[in-house]
């Protein structure tokens, strides 16, 4: 347990680290055994405006292509739902095996120099990397998004305290319930030194009962309390509509 804590206590500095310079191993091992620590994979995505969301959206899941071309594994799309800070806010997501992948990536493909034909579709707002800092299901849904700030000694009880209020809903009864929280690399202003966290339900309906349920006395109100406790500053509240429209053969 000492072990896993100074792990997961020193990810916020390797992510700032890694902003810099140095990519430095993403686990440690003592007594032969492998501690647990951040899920598996990566993320790209890709902020935009979108005149005609619809629109957008049907261009990207005709030409799969794009996707292909970047060696994603998975992609797809969130449309900001409520809390937008624009019309047409979205963006466009994919996944890849692990971070040197999706950092690769970033150099097959310039969205500033798109077709035309999808050019003129959107504009881009600006692009980032993530990391996750615990186990993640890809199965996208209606998803409340926040932006948060944690200081780096809070880190690990703020991950830790996400993991037990996930499992804690699911024993509630939403078994389809699904949180991520994820490690920015390459965001610039817009996303420096901010976690991103994810609470999917596969409706709008069920998200919304989760929430009645917290307000009516759950089980788990007191876990979701502790892990706001940790948080310094929330940057930002959204529900984004995600959908996957891609995957690899």
């Not at 901010?194 to 006395?217: C, H, K, N, W």
Request: proline share 4%.
């Amino acid at each position: 347990m000492i072990e896993g804590t100074l792990f997961l206590g020193g990810i916020m500095k390797k992510i700032i680290l890694l902003a810099c310079l140095l990519l430095t191993p993403l686990y440690l091992k003592a007594d032969h055994h492998t501690i647990a620590g951040p899920g598996e994979g990566a993320f790209n995505t890709i902020m935009v405006q979108a005149e005609d969301t619809a629109k957008y959206v049907d261009y990207l899941r005709a030409n799969p292509a794009l996707f292909k071309a970047v060696g994603a594994t998975a992609a797809g799309v969130c449309i900001t739902r409520s809390g937008n800070d624009y019309v047409g806010q979205m963006l466009v997501w994919s996944a890849y095996p692990d971070l040197a992948s999706a950092m690769h990536a970033n150099t097959l493909y310039d969205p500033n120099d798109a077709p035309s034909a999808l050019a003129r579709l959107r504009t881009v707002k600006y692009g980032v990397s993530w990391k996750g800092l615990k186990s993640f299901r890809l199965d996208p849904g209606w998803e409340r998004v926040l932006r948060v700030k944690v200081s780096p000694e809070n880190l690990n009880a703020y991950v830790e305290a996400l993991r037990e209020l996930e499992t804690a809903i699911i024993n509630s009864g939403h078994e389809s319930f699904n949180m991520g929280v994820f490690g920015p690399f390459g965001g610039g202003v817009h996303e420096s030194q901010t976690l991103m966290v994810r609470a999917i339900s596969p409706t709008a309906r069920e998200s919304g009962q989760i929430a009645d349920e917290y307000f009516a006395g759950a089980s788990w109100g007191p876990i979701w309390e502790k892990s706001r406790a940790l948080v310094d500053k929330v940057v930002s509240d959204t529900y984004e509509l995600c959908e996957q429209i891609y995957s690899a053969e």
